[in-house]
């Protein structure tokens, strides 16, 4: 055996055991298929403090499916992330926990026909995302029917379709912060409130907080959530 065919050798079983190290430490797998694609890489990340983590990479050459791992500590949001040097960004955000998470998609309408099955912080996130929809539906609905009457010049159309705009968002708040506040018992409470009611009145969001259970409370989301209502009112 030479010198080279030696160190290798070496290189091939360290790259193994590392391999297997890494299944071995993994509590989370991602598997699923990416219908039409032939060629591309997929991601699973995270978000950091102010970039994007990749937990975990794998190259997609002929065929479409794959799987990809990580440990994770608690129920976290992640991300998988399709990239086809086209210049533009392809991702799924989904809720993953211990266990198996299933994403089926196509590689024409990859974030839109996403099916994802797993947790059960992404069944909710699932029902909540199917309402959300719906709401936007409407919301393009009514923006068309703005640009229309304002084409026509027609006051009283468009003051109505704004009153019923202003409508549709106060709905949707709505329907968000009694979500959120339905399942106190699950992280993605705290996680609506962070990221999907911004602009809501703090009295809501304070509400929410301190109606989740004790054990989502100490969440990751449930800490970030406590940080931004003790931040904004520090700066008062």
Do not use: W
């Not at 030696?6 to 193994?16: A, P, T």
């Not at 539906?137 to 009457?149: G, I, P, R």
């Amino acid at each position: 055996m030479t010198k080279f065919t030696k160190v290798l050798s070496v290189i091939l079983l360290f790259l193994i055991a590392l391999s297997c190290n890494n299944t071995k430490d993994s509590n989370f797998t991602l598997t699923g298929t990416i219908k039409g694609l032939k060629k591309g890489v997929v991601y699973l990340q995270k978000d950091g403090d102010s970039t994007i983590i990749n937990l975990d990479s794998m190259q997609i050459i002929g065929e479409p499916t794959f799987t990809l791992r990580t440990n994770l500590e608690e129920p976290l949001l992640l991300y998988l992330k399709l990239f086809k040097n086209d210049g533009e960004e392809h991702y799924i955000p989904f809720f993953a926990d211990k266990g198996v998470t299933e994403i089926n998609t196509s590689l024409k309408n990859f974030s839109y026909d996403a099916k994802v099955k797993g947790s059960k912080q992404q069944e909710l996130l699932n029902e909540y995302s199917t309402v959300m929809s719906k709401f936007n539906n409407q919301n393009l609905d009514l923006t068309e029917a703005k640009f229309l009457a304002l084409k026509e010049n027609d006051s009283l159309a468009t003051d109505s379709i704004v009153r019923a705009t202003n409508t549709l968002i106060k709905r949707k708040y709505s329907y968000t912060i009694q979500f959120a506040i339905n399942n106190k018992d699950s992280e993605i409470s705290p996680y609506l409130a962070l990221y999907e009611m911004p602009s809501a009145n703090p009295v809501y969001i304070d509400s929410i907080y301190n109606n989740l259970n004790a054990p989502i409370k100490k969440s990751f989301y449930g800490k970030k959530l406590k940080d931004l209502i003790e931040n904004r009112k520090a700066s008062k």
